[in-house]
């Protein structure tokens, strides 16, 4: 911007006059529009109001101690090697792991292991065909142990490092409002939404995030948020009253599917029935579920035909939403967020199976998304009116990050449950869980 103002000031400033010209002209034809599709509401009350709780939020940052990020590229560093050293024993010899031509043959023709379809550049060694060989050597498990790593590495322990500003010691993620088709935020620059949760040594990565001296983080996190909103969308009585009842609604869910008494729920059969559960909300096929708890697709099938016979109305709502879809071209969430899904009149099946998913999700995870953001606006502004030291820093979809002044934490604790709370009325109660910590590993 500095060289194009003194390179072509005039060309500079006449193009900003014309960009503001078309806003100008083109603002009552678009609020028309936003009214006729009746999301004037959510442009008015959430979207332009998020504007200025994102500015602060980006402006403000988070910490990051850039030796301790240093120590855990080192840390992952040598696991990598261990890993790599594992992998060359169990194949008999060393290769490049990275190359999926030489992967390819190792694992399908010196090893014989099923699954091997060979194209063009050799085998393919994708995650989705390495995850149908999870179990046939434990080679294949550290060959995705190796790729997790890997990407742990490169995308953060080394790759942060570069965004760390000088001035400040933090980093200033940005904050996009409109690329997601579901109306969820992401983090560009770095991306701050998507830091490991799922292997310990990548949950580590949050120990690096700390609060300023004085202060701690405190972490809000909404409990099972799309599931409630499924409960109050779809109106199923057994779904309502189970969460109105604050039952484990896993174990609940088990109960039912599997004819099981309450108390006498395997871990196993609950474990089974929150996949089912958090499946549902996305449109699982049997297949998926069958690959997603090592079952049969015949088995998968009748679980997802058990979980519709005992909670009939989320059954009825989501062959609603398809047909909604189909008719209208588009879907909208419970705030008038609309989804256009043309895979729906694709001639294509797969496409058409994919749109029947998009359909059945949409309305959930908008919903969810419209509420968080809600949660966002009013928590910032009351940060402010209190004069609070206290403020906000990230969002991560259905969490929230308050670097918390010490002499604030009861107040922003409190402040925190009420406003998450109470962002949206629904047939069920919304619970929000805060915990507190001296980094992000240990809030969260």
Partial sequence: MESAFADKEEELIQYACYCALVNVRAYPDLLQELKRMKSFHLFEDIEMPLLFTLYDMEKQGIFVKREALHEYALKLGERIAGVEQEIYE??????NINSPKQLGTILFEKMRMPYGKKTKTGYSTSAEVLEKLRFEDPIVELILEYRQLAKLKSTYADGLDSYIEEKDGRIHTTFNQNITATGRLSSTEPNLQNIPIRMELGR????VFVPEEGYVFLD????????????????????????????????????????????????????????????IVYGISGFGLSRDLNISKKQAEEYIEDYFATYPGVKEFM???????????????????RRPIPELSAKNFMQRQFGERIAMNSPIQGTAADIIKIAMIRVAKRLKANQMQSRLILQIH????????????????????EEMVHACELAVPLIAEVKKGNSWYEAK
Avoid: C
Avoid at 90 to 95: D, H, I, L, S
């Fill in 204 to 207: 580590q990565i949050r120990k």
């Fill in 90 to 95: 169990r194949a008999g010899e060393t290769f």
């Fill in 319 to 337: 062959d609603s939403l398809v047909a909604e879809g189909r008719s209208k071209g588009y879907v909208t969430s419970l705030f008038g967020r």
């Fill in 220 to 279: 809000a996190d909404y409990s099972q948020i799309e599931l409630r909103v499924l409960a109050h969308m779809s109106g199923d009585e057994r779904l309502i009253e189970a969460y109105r009842e604050n039952a484990d609604i896993h174990r609940t869910t088990a109960a039912l599917v599997f004819h099981t008494p309450y108390e006498e729920v395997t871990e196993l059969q609950r474990r089974n029935a929150k996949a089912v559960n958090f499946g």
């Fill in 398 to 417: 259905d969490e929230l990050l308050i670097e918390t002044h010490k002499d604030e934490i009861e107040e922003v604790t409190q402040l925190l449950e």
